[in-house]
């Protein structure tokens, strides 16, 4: 299977993309989070244990979903390829439990065959739920998505042979206290939804020159860093700063501005109709 282009190799715009697609599912999980914490009024924490470029036959045949999972399929409207919910049973079952009032700790590591109707109620409104956020949270470009989920089911969704092999990007995401985690759940949506939002254009990293439209995410905010020097002190220094202490710089003034941890632009500081500026005096250019 061929590299997907958001997730293969860190070139320089997969540096800026890369994150977009991460905060997507980070939000997606801090929604669902708030959710579950005002339906059980306990803090239920989550965590986004991966993001990765897989294929749907990948995601059915790994091994952290190969017992009691609940399956819904995932489809975006103008994408034909779908996508998957996959919940493990433990960690739906403790999320019933202690939305019931429970206190999440029973044992469901026994394999299950069906669905109580209760059980079919919960698991019906909590794919409900997902598909909310997955549209909340959604905010590349200036039309949202409309997200369809079928009915869960224990059965894994019936994709034919040549969907199974077309590319999902999943988040996997651990939810439940770190010392006694409930268990996982893996959102798959098709790539082609990204590549689309990013600019299906994506080229090679080996091309000289990487044509992509960013038009669709000019508003998506960004970290912009003025860095004026980096210097390195003792513990001890450290421990001695306090409120009114000087830290010695070099008397070069030279700024580097650092996007996304990345380094994009060199600049000298002064002011600017009397606030503090940078001057943009060079743009680098990178291989990474």
């Not at 949270?137 to 089911?153: A, D, Q, T």
């Not at 949506?189 to 254009?201: N, T």
């Not at 000289?208 to 912009?224: A, C, G, H, R, Y």
């Not at 002011?271 to 743009?283: A, F, H, L, W, Y």
Request: one cysteine or more; aromatic letters at 8%.
């Amino acid at each position: 299977m061929q590299n997907n282009p958001l997730l293969a190799s860190r070139n320089r715009k997969n540096d800026t993309i890369i994150p977009l697609v991460e905060q997507f599912f980070k939000q997606v999980s801090e929604r669902f989070r708030a959710k579950i914490v005002s339906w059980s009024s306990q803090d239920i924490p989550t965590r986004i244990a991966a993001v990765e470029a897989s294929s749907m036959h990948d995601l059915f045949n790994n091994l952290e979903f190969k017992d009691s999972v609940i399956y819904a399929a995932i489809s975006i409207r103008g994408v034909p390829v779908e996508g998957c919910l996959m919940i493990q049973f433990p960690l739906f079952a403790r999320l019933l439990e202690v939305s019931m009032g429970g206190e999440g700790g029973s044992d469901f590591s026994a394999p299950i065959r069906s669905l109580t109707l209760v059980e079919d109620i919960f698991a019906a409104r909590l794919v409900k739920l997902i598909k909310e956020q997955l549209e909340k949270s959604w905010s590349f470009g200036r039309k949202g998505i409309e997200v369809r989920l079928v009915n869960p089911s224990l059965n894994q969704p019936a994709f034919g042979p040549k969907a199974k092999t077309m590319e999902v990007i999943t988040a996997t995401i651990d939810i439940g206290p770190v010392s006694s985690p409930y268990g996982l759940m893996s959102i798959a949506l098709p790539s082609q939804m990204f590549e689309r939002a990013f600019g299906a254009s994506l080229v090679s990293a080996d091309e000289e020159e990487e044509v992509t439209s960013f038009e669709n995410v000019l508003d998506v905010k960004i970290d912009l860093v003025a860095e004026l020097q980096r210097i390195t002190v003792t513990v001890n220094e450290l421990k001695a700063l306090q409120e009114g202490s000087f830290i010695p710089l070099h008397t070069q003034m030279d700024v580097c501005l650092r996007v996304n941890g990345k380094k994009r632009f060199m600049g000298v500081f002064g002011d600017n109709n009397g606030m503090r500026s940078v001057q943009i005096t060079e743009k680098c250019v990178h291989n990474d």
